[in-house]
């Protein structure tokens, strides 16, 4: 399935203002790609906090200078990964119809300094826990359905 999705027109005095542009986002995914994704996801779920808890040691290894816009306890972001995880799998199944929520989501990431290329560092950390989480279930064809997913998330909330 194919959507377009329009942004809304920016104001310019709202600090909410989404960008000027339109910004249309394809969904790209497979029905064997959401599946393979869920049933990746399926999988970690039970032990998302300590998957978590790997992620962010490999995110900040990528990028030290991240470390400090996470503030509280491990255990906190243990659950703030375990909720953007489960957004990113709700979002399997809501397409078009979250992209308004996202967009909101990535300009809060914005006001906190998130940009382009922090995406691209969390893709990275993300697949690579997912490989030593997951192993050899871990497939190809996996790993290119989640960095798809993840490609399109980006594309939504960093537009
Ligand atoms: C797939 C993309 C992403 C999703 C679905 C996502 C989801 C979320 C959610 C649900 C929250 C909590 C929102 C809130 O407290 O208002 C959050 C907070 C946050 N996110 Fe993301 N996020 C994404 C990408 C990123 C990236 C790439 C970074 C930086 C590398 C990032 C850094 C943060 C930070 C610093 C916070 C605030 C944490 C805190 O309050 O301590 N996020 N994210």
Do not use: C
Not at 12 to 33: G, I
Not at 54 to 76: H, I, N, Q, S, V
């Amino acid at each position: 399935m194919s959507v377009a999705i329009q942004a809304p027109v920016a104001k310019t005095s709202n600090h909410l203002a989404l960008p000027r542009a339109a910004v249309s986002a394809e969904m790209q995914l497979t029905a064997k790609q959401k599946r393979l994704i869920r049933e990746s996801f399926l999988k970690i779920e039970p032990a998302l906090n300590l998957v978590g808890t790997l992620f962010y040691l490999k995110l900040f290894r990528l990028d030290p200078t991240l470390r400090t816009r996470f503030e509280g306890p491990a255990e906190m972001q243990g659950r703030k990964f375990a909720a953007a995880m489960k957004l990113t799998a709700i979002s399997l199944n809501h397409e078009d119809g979250l992209a308004p929520t996202l967009k909101l989501l990535g300009v809060r990431h914005r006001q906190l300094g998130i940009k382009a290329r922090h995406y691209r560092t969390m893709a990275r950390a993300l697949i690579w826990t997912l490989e030593q989480s997951l192993e050899k279930s871990f497939t190809r064809e996996t790993k290119h359905a989640w960095m798809a997913l993840l490609g399109q998330l980006t594309r939504i909330m960093a537009a």
